[in-house]
Protein backbone atom coordinates (compact mmCIF):
# COMPACT_ATOMS: atom_id res chain seq x y z
CA UNK A 1 0.00 0.00 0.00
CA UNK A 2 1.26 3.78 -0.46
CA UNK A 3 2.07 5.96 1.95
CA UNK A 4 0.83 9.38 0.31
CA UNK A 5 3.15 11.90 0.41
CA UNK A 6 2.09 14.09 -2.05
CA UNK A 7 -0.90 15.49 -0.50
CA UNK A 8 -0.59 17.38 2.91
CA UNK A 9 -2.01 15.13 5.65
CA UNK A 10 0.71 12.97 8.16
CA UNK A 11 0.64 11.04 11.56
CA UNK A 12 3.60 12.90 13.36
CA UNK A 13 5.73 10.88 15.53
CA UNK A 14 7.37 12.32 18.18
CA UNK A 15 10.58 10.01 19.33
CA UNK A 16 11.65 12.26 21.66
CA UNK A 17 8.73 12.19 23.62
CA UNK A 18 8.69 8.39 22.99
CA UNK A 19 12.37 8.07 24.62
CA UNK A 20 11.24 10.51 27.53
CA UNK A 21 8.37 7.94 28.10
CA UNK A 22 10.68 5.35 27.96
CA UNK A 23 12.21 7.18 30.59
CA UNK A 24 9.70 7.69 32.78
CA UNK A 25 9.25 4.51 33.32
CA UNK A 26 12.79 2.93 33.89
CA UNK A 27 12.91 5.83 36.42
CA UNK A 28 9.89 4.40 38.61
CA UNK A 29 11.74 0.73 38.56
CA UNK A 30 14.50 0.00 40.57
CA UNK A 31 18.01 -0.33 39.26
CA UNK A 32 18.84 -3.34 36.72
CA UNK A 33 15.04 -3.28 35.61
CA UNK A 34 14.50 -4.58 32.28
CA UNK A 35 11.75 -3.10 29.88
CA UNK A 36 10.48 -4.68 26.71
CA UNK A 37 9.50 -2.39 23.96
CA UNK A 38 6.09 -3.71 22.97
CA UNK A 39 6.35 -2.75 18.77
CA UNK A 40 3.49 -5.32 17.70
CA UNK A 41 1.10 -4.07 15.43
CA UNK A 42 3.50 -1.69 13.92
CA UNK A 43 4.26 -0.30 17.23
CA UNK A 44 0.64 0.76 17.75
CA UNK A 45 0.18 2.10 14.01
CA UNK A 46 3.93 4.46 14.87
CA UNK A 47 5.82 2.54 12.76
CA UNK A 48 7.83 -0.34 13.73
CA UNK A 49 10.82 0.30 12.41
CA UNK A 50 11.65 3.99 13.52
CA UNK A 51 10.33 3.31 16.92
CA UNK A 52 12.36 0.51 17.96
CA UNK A 53 15.46 2.02 16.85
CA UNK A 54 14.66 4.92 19.04
CA UNK A 55 13.46 2.45 21.98
CA UNK A 56 16.72 0.92 21.61
CA UNK A 57 18.49 4.47 22.01
CA UNK A 58 16.08 5.08 25.24
CA UNK A 59 17.88 1.42 26.64
CA UNK A 60 15.21 -0.43 25.92
CA UNK A 61 16.40 -4.45 27.01
CA UNK A 62 14.20 -6.16 23.72
CA UNK A 63 11.18 -6.56 22.21
CA UNK A 64 7.99 -8.03 22.13
CA UNK A 65 5.87 -8.22 18.97
CA UNK A 66 2.68 -10.28 18.02
CA UNK A 67 3.68 -12.84 15.26
CA UNK A 68 6.35 -13.95 13.57
CA UNK A 69 6.51 -11.60 10.94
CA UNK A 70 6.45 -8.41 12.63
CA UNK A 71 9.34 -9.81 14.31
CA UNK A 72 11.41 -10.51 11.00
CA UNK A 73 10.86 -7.14 9.99
CA UNK A 74 12.74 -5.91 12.79
CA UNK A 75 15.23 -8.17 12.60
CA UNK A 76 15.75 -8.04 8.79
CA UNK A 77 15.98 -3.94 9.32
CA UNK A 78 18.91 -4.50 11.61
CA UNK A 79 17.24 -4.60 15.14
CA UNK A 80 19.28 -6.41 17.59
CA UNK A 81 18.07 -7.71 21.49
CA UNK A 82 15.91 -10.03 22.58
CA UNK A 83 12.71 -10.00 20.28
CA UNK A 84 9.74 -12.29 21.69
CA UNK A 85 6.67 -13.06 19.63
CA UNK A 86 4.03 -12.93 22.30
CA UNK A 87 1.33 -15.05 20.33
CA UNK A 88 1.36 -18.53 19.38
CA UNK A 89 3.18 -19.72 16.31
CA UNK A 90 2.62 -22.88 14.54
CA UNK A 91 5.14 -25.64 15.09
CA UNK A 92 6.18 -25.93 11.57
CA UNK A 93 7.07 -21.97 11.25
CA UNK A 94 9.18 -22.33 14.13
CA UNK A 95 12.40 -23.12 12.46
CA UNK A 96 12.34 -19.59 10.90
CA UNK A 97 12.04 -18.15 14.60
CA UNK A 98 15.30 -20.36 15.57
CA UNK A 99 17.50 -19.56 12.37
CA UNK A 100 15.97 -15.71 12.84
CA UNK A 101 17.43 -15.69 16.61
CA UNK A 102 13.73 -14.69 17.56
CA UNK A 103 12.40 -16.18 20.73
CA UNK A 104 8.65 -17.73 20.79
CA UNK A 105 5.98 -18.12 23.57
CA UNK A 106 4.75 -21.33 24.20
CA UNK A 107 1.16 -22.43 25.98
CA UNK A 108 1.19 -26.58 25.34
CA UNK A 109 3.60 -29.29 26.10
CA UNK A 110 2.27 -30.93 22.02
CA UNK A 111 3.91 -27.70 20.63
CA UNK A 112 7.51 -28.76 22.56
CA UNK A 113 7.37 -32.22 21.60
CA UNK A 114 5.80 -31.80 18.06
CA UNK A 115 9.10 -29.02 17.69
CA UNK A 116 11.46 -31.47 19.53
CA UNK A 117 10.92 -33.55 16.91
CA UNK A 118 10.64 -31.71 13.88
CA UNK A 119 14.14 -29.93 15.03
CA UNK A 120 15.53 -33.22 15.41
CA UNK A 121 16.17 -33.56 11.56
CA UNK A 122 17.24 -30.38 10.87
CA UNK A 123 20.59 -28.57 12.19
CA UNK A 124 18.97 -25.74 13.62
CA UNK A 125 20.24 -23.03 16.04
CA UNK A 126 18.38 -23.98 19.74
CA UNK A 127 14.97 -22.04 19.73
CA UNK A 128 14.67 -19.64 22.85
CA UNK A 129 11.35 -20.45 24.28
CA UNK A 130 9.26 -18.32 26.70
CA UNK A 131 6.38 -20.12 28.32
CA UNK A 132 3.12 -18.67 28.67
CA UNK A 133 1.48 -18.81 32.19
CA UNK A 134 -2.94 -18.55 32.04
CA UNK A 135 -3.67 -17.03 35.09
CA UNK A 136 -6.80 -15.85 34.72
CA UNK A 137 -6.38 -13.87 31.19
CA UNK A 138 -8.07 -16.65 29.75
CA UNK A 139 -6.24 -16.43 26.26
CA UNK A 140 -3.22 -18.65 25.97
CA UNK A 141 -1.13 -20.03 28.42
CA UNK A 142 -0.35 -23.57 30.68
CA UNK A 143 -3.60 -23.24 32.83
CA UNK A 144 -2.51 -26.37 35.42
CA UNK A 145 1.25 -26.70 37.36
CA UNK A 146 1.17 -29.96 36.81
CA UNK A 147 1.55 -29.52 32.76
CA UNK A 148 3.61 -26.74 33.65
CA UNK A 149 6.00 -28.42 35.32
CA UNK A 150 6.23 -30.96 32.33
CA UNK A 151 7.14 -28.49 30.00
CA UNK A 152 10.03 -27.39 32.11
CA UNK A 153 11.26 -30.69 31.56
CA UNK A 154 10.52 -30.79 27.96
CA UNK A 155 12.41 -27.46 27.24
CA UNK A 156 15.77 -28.49 28.91
CA UNK A 157 16.27 -30.56 25.93
CA UNK A 158 18.96 -28.97 23.42
CA UNK A 159 16.75 -27.93 20.88
CA UNK A 160 15.45 -25.42 22.91
CA UNK A 161 17.43 -22.50 25.39
CA UNK A 162 14.52 -21.82 28.52
CA UNK A 163 14.64 -18.00 27.96
CA UNK A 164 11.58 -16.66 29.91
CA UNK A 165 8.37 -17.52 31.45
CA UNK A 166 5.48 -14.88 31.61
CA UNK A 167 2.01 -14.30 32.21
CA UNK A 168 -0.37 -11.18 31.25
CA UNK A 169 -3.44 -10.01 33.53
CA UNK A 170 -6.63 -9.00 32.67
CA UNK A 171 -7.69 -6.64 34.94
CA UNK A 172 -4.42 -4.34 35.68
CA UNK A 173 -6.12 -1.09 34.53
CA UNK A 174 -9.03 -1.25 36.39
CA UNK A 175 -9.52 0.67 40.34
CA UNK A 176 -11.26 -2.90 41.79
CA UNK A 177 -7.90 -5.04 42.08
CA UNK A 178 -9.72 -7.84 43.37
CA UNK A 179 -9.06 -10.13 39.78
CA UNK A 180 -5.51 -8.51 39.88
CA UNK A 181 -4.69 -9.98 43.22
CA UNK A 182 -6.22 -13.28 42.42
CA UNK A 183 -3.73 -13.77 38.95
CA UNK A 184 -1.13 -12.21 40.78
CA UNK A 185 -1.71 -15.22 43.46
CA UNK A 186 -1.80 -17.98 40.36
CA UNK A 187 1.34 -16.37 39.44
CA UNK A 188 2.93 -17.12 42.66
CA UNK A 189 2.38 -20.23 42.61
CA UNK A 190 3.67 -21.10 39.27
CA UNK A 191 7.06 -19.22 40.07
CA UNK A 192 7.09 -21.29 43.54
CA UNK A 193 7.18 -24.72 41.37
CA UNK A 194 10.40 -23.76 39.17
CA UNK A 195 13.51 -24.22 40.70
CA UNK A 196 15.80 -22.97 38.17
CA UNK A 197 14.63 -19.39 36.77
CA UNK A 198 14.99 -18.73 33.11
CA UNK A 199 16.97 -15.11 32.52
CA UNK A 200 13.38 -13.35 31.67
CA UNK A 201 10.28 -13.99 34.30
CA UNK A 202 7.86 -11.50 33.34
CA UNK A 203 3.94 -10.29 34.46
CA UNK A 204 4.04 -6.39 34.33
CA UNK A 205 2.31 -4.46 31.28
CA UNK A 206 2.10 -1.07 30.85
CA UNK A 207 -0.60 -1.15 33.24
CA UNK A 208 1.42 -3.00 36.02
CA UNK A 209 4.27 -0.47 35.51
CA UNK A 210 1.96 2.59 36.66
CA UNK A 211 -0.15 1.13 39.24
CA UNK A 212 1.09 -2.35 40.60
CA UNK A 213 5.07 -1.57 40.54
CA UNK A 214 5.68 -3.10 43.95
CA UNK A 215 4.01 -6.77 42.72
CA UNK A 216 6.21 -6.61 39.44
CA UNK A 217 8.48 -10.03 39.63
CA UNK A 218 12.11 -9.84 38.66
CA UNK A 219 11.26 -6.01 37.27
CA UNK A 220 10.80 -6.58 33.53
CA UNK A 221 8.11 -4.81 31.95
CA UNK A 222 6.37 -5.13 28.80
CA UNK A 223 6.04 -1.33 27.95
CA UNK A 224 3.22 -0.90 25.45
CA UNK A 225 0.34 1.91 25.40
CA UNK A 226 2.43 3.64 28.04
CA UNK A 227 5.23 3.95 26.06
CA UNK A 228 3.14 5.66 23.12
CA UNK A 229 2.17 8.32 25.74
CA UNK A 230 -1.60 7.16 26.56
CA UNK A 231 -3.16 6.09 29.31
CA UNK A 232 -4.39 1.94 30.33
CA UNK A 233 -7.19 2.81 31.61
CA UNK A 234 -8.56 5.87 29.48
CA UNK A 235 -9.78 8.35 32.54
CA UNK A 236 -10.06 5.31 35.48
CA UNK A 237 -7.03 5.40 36.88
CA UNK A 238 -4.45 8.66 37.28
CA UNK A 239 -1.39 8.57 35.16
CA UNK A 240 1.01 7.50 37.72
CA UNK A 241 4.32 9.04 35.00
CA UNK A 242 4.72 11.64 33.00
CA UNK A 243 3.27 10.56 29.62
CA UNK A 244 3.77 12.31 26.60
CA UNK A 245 1.81 11.91 24.01
CA UNK A 246 3.81 10.16 20.79
CA UNK A 247 1.43 10.85 17.70
CA UNK A 248 -0.22 13.75 16.39
CA UNK A 249 -2.43 13.75 13.34
CA UNK A 250 -2.42 17.09 11.45
CA UNK A 251 -3.77 17.84 7.49
CA UNK A 252 -3.54 21.37 5.85
CA UNK A 253 -6.92 22.65 4.46
CA UNK A 254 -7.27 21.98 0.58
CA UNK A 255 -10.51 23.90 -0.11
CA UNK A 256 -12.08 26.89 1.41
CA UNK A 257 -15.60 27.94 1.00
CA UNK A 258 -18.25 30.55 1.97
CA UNK A 259 -21.55 28.17 2.79
CA UNK A 260 -24.48 30.11 3.12
CA UNK A 261 -27.04 29.13 6.07
CA UNK A 262 -29.48 26.46 4.29
CA UNK A 263 -26.82 24.36 2.31
CA UNK A 264 -26.11 21.39 3.12
CA UNK A 265 -22.50 19.26 3.42
CA UNK A 266 -20.96 15.72 2.46
CA UNK A 267 -22.95 12.46 1.52
CA UNK A 268 -26.56 12.58 3.22
CA UNK A 269 -26.34 16.07 3.54
CA UNK A 270 -26.79 15.27 7.53
CA UNK A 271 -26.05 19.16 7.64
CA UNK A 272 -27.23 21.85 6.85
CA UNK A 273 -26.10 25.26 8.25
CA UNK A 274 -28.07 27.62 10.19
CA UNK A 275 -26.12 30.60 9.34
CA UNK A 276 -24.10 31.90 6.76
CA UNK A 277 -20.76 30.55 7.58
CA UNK A 278 -16.81 29.59 6.40
CA UNK A 279 -15.96 25.40 5.69
CA UNK A 280 -12.59 24.19 4.69
CA UNK A 281 -12.48 20.66 2.87
CA UNK A 282 -9.44 18.51 5.07
CA UNK A 283 -7.55 15.98 2.81
CA UNK A 284 -8.34 12.99 4.84
CA UNK A 285 -10.82 10.79 5.69
CA UNK A 286 -11.65 7.03 7.07
CA UNK A 287 -9.71 5.01 4.96
CA UNK A 288 -6.87 6.83 6.21
CA UNK A 289 -8.19 5.31 9.93
CA UNK A 290 -9.77 8.56 10.60
CA UNK A 291 -12.91 7.00 11.58
CA UNK A 292 -16.30 7.37 10.18
CA UNK A 293 -18.10 7.39 13.56
CA UNK A 294 -15.85 10.61 14.15
CA UNK A 295 -18.56 12.75 12.29
CA UNK A 296 -19.62 15.61 14.69
CA UNK A 297 -16.30 15.75 16.67
CA UNK A 298 -13.93 18.10 17.02
CA UNK A 299 -10.08 19.69 15.50
CA UNK A 300 -7.68 21.76 15.85
CA UNK A 301 -7.15 25.44 14.38
CA UNK A 302 -4.43 27.78 15.71
CA UNK A 303 -5.88 26.95 19.30
CA UNK A 304 -9.46 26.92 18.94
CA UNK A 305 -11.90 24.34 18.58
CA UNK A 306 -14.01 23.29 14.96
CA UNK A 307 -16.48 21.08 14.27
CA UNK A 308 -16.51 18.51 11.85
CA UNK A 309 -19.50 18.86 9.65
CA UNK A 310 -21.73 16.15 7.50
CA UNK A 311 -20.37 12.74 7.32
CA UNK A 312 -16.55 11.65 7.01
CA UNK A 313 -15.94 10.62 3.43
CA UNK A 314 -13.19 8.25 2.43
CA UNK A 315 -10.68 10.75 1.75
CA UNK A 316 -11.99 14.09 2.96
CA UNK A 317 -13.68 15.40 5.18
CA UNK A 318 -15.23 19.43 5.93
CA UNK A 319 -15.11 21.30 9.20
CA UNK A 320 -16.47 24.73 10.25
CA UNK A 321 -14.00 27.86 10.58
CA UNK A 322 -14.27 30.40 12.65
CA UNK A 323 -13.48 32.83 10.11
CA UNK A 324 -12.22 33.06 6.54
CA UNK A 325 -8.99 31.24 6.33
CA UNK A 326 -6.60 30.39 3.82
CA UNK A 327 -6.08 26.88 1.76
CA UNK A 328 -3.28 25.31 3.63
CA UNK A 329 -4.06 26.13 6.69
CA UNK A 330 -2.91 23.54 9.64
CA UNK A 331 -5.87 21.69 11.08
CA UNK A 332 -4.73 19.36 14.36
CA UNK A 333 -7.02 16.61 13.97
CA UNK A 334 -5.52 14.59 17.11
CA UNK A 335 -2.41 16.29 19.00
CA UNK A 336 -1.58 19.96 20.60
CA UNK A 337 -2.63 23.56 18.72
CA UNK A 338 -1.25 26.17 20.92
CA UNK A 339 -2.83 25.36 24.59
CA UNK A 340 -4.94 22.49 23.44
CA UNK A 341 -4.60 19.02 23.13
CA UNK A 342 -6.93 16.71 21.50
CA UNK A 343 -5.50 13.12 23.12
CA UNK A 344 -6.22 9.91 21.71
CA UNK A 345 -8.26 9.08 24.58
CA UNK A 346 -10.71 12.25 24.07
CA UNK A 347 -11.19 10.77 20.15
CA UNK A 348 -11.58 7.03 21.55
CA UNK A 349 -14.04 8.22 24.20
CA UNK A 350 -16.09 9.63 21.25
CA UNK A 351 -15.54 6.55 19.39
CA UNK A 352 -17.08 4.29 21.99
CA UNK A 353 -13.11 2.73 21.98
CA UNK A 354 -10.05 2.89 23.50
CA UNK A 355 -6.98 4.63 22.35
CA UNK A 356 -5.19 1.69 21.58
CA UNK A 357 -7.76 1.15 18.90
CA UNK A 358 -8.07 4.84 17.55
CA UNK A 359 -4.11 4.83 17.06
CA UNK A 360 -3.90 1.23 15.23
CA UNK A 361 -6.81 2.21 13.00
CA UNK A 362 -4.65 4.21 11.60
CA UNK A 363 -3.90 3.04 8.16
CA UNK A 364 -0.48 2.64 6.13
CA UNK A 365 -2.04 5.39 3.46
CA UNK A 366 -1.43 8.41 6.17
CA UNK A 367 2.22 9.35 5.95
CA UNK A 368 4.39 8.74 9.16
CA UNK A 369 6.56 11.76 9.38
CA UNK A 370 9.57 11.21 12.46
CA UNK A 371 10.33 14.51 14.72
CA UNK A 372 13.78 13.78 17.03
C1 LIG B 1 -0.03 -6.23 23.90
C2 LIG B 1 0.57 -6.88 25.08
C3 LIG B 1 1.28 -6.15 26.03
C4 LIG B 1 1.33 -4.64 26.02
O1 LIG B 1 0.13 -4.15 26.59
P1 LIG B 1 -0.02 -2.62 26.98
O2 LIG B 1 -1.32 -2.56 27.68
O3 LIG B 1 -0.05 -1.84 25.71
O4 LIG B 1 1.14 -2.27 27.83
C5 LIG B 1 1.94 -6.82 27.04
N1 LIG B 1 1.87 -8.16 27.12
C6 LIG B 1 1.17 -8.91 26.25
C7 LIG B 1 1.14 -10.38 26.42
C8 LIG B 1 0.49 -8.30 25.21
O5 LIG B 1 -0.22 -9.05 24.36
Redesign the pocket.
Known sequence: MISAQLRDAAMVVDLKALKHNIKQQQAALPVNSRILA?V?ADA?GHGAVPVANAAKEAGVDGF?V?MLDEGLELRNAGIDRLMLV??LTPVHYAPIAALNDISLTVGSTSWLKEYAELAKHESLPPLKVHL?LDTGMGRIGFQSVKEFKEALDLVRQPVFVFEGM?T?FATA?VADDTYFKRQLQRWQEFLDTVDQKPPYVHMA???V?MWHRETIAANTV???????GCN?SGHELPDSLDLRPVASIIAKTTFVKHLKAGESVSYGATYTAQNDEWVATLPIGYADGYLRRMQGFKVLVDGQECDILGRICMDQMMIRLPESMSVGTEVVLMGTSKDKTLFATDLADYAHTIN?EILTSITPRLLRRYQD
Open positions: VKYCALGAFHDNSAGRMGISMYPY
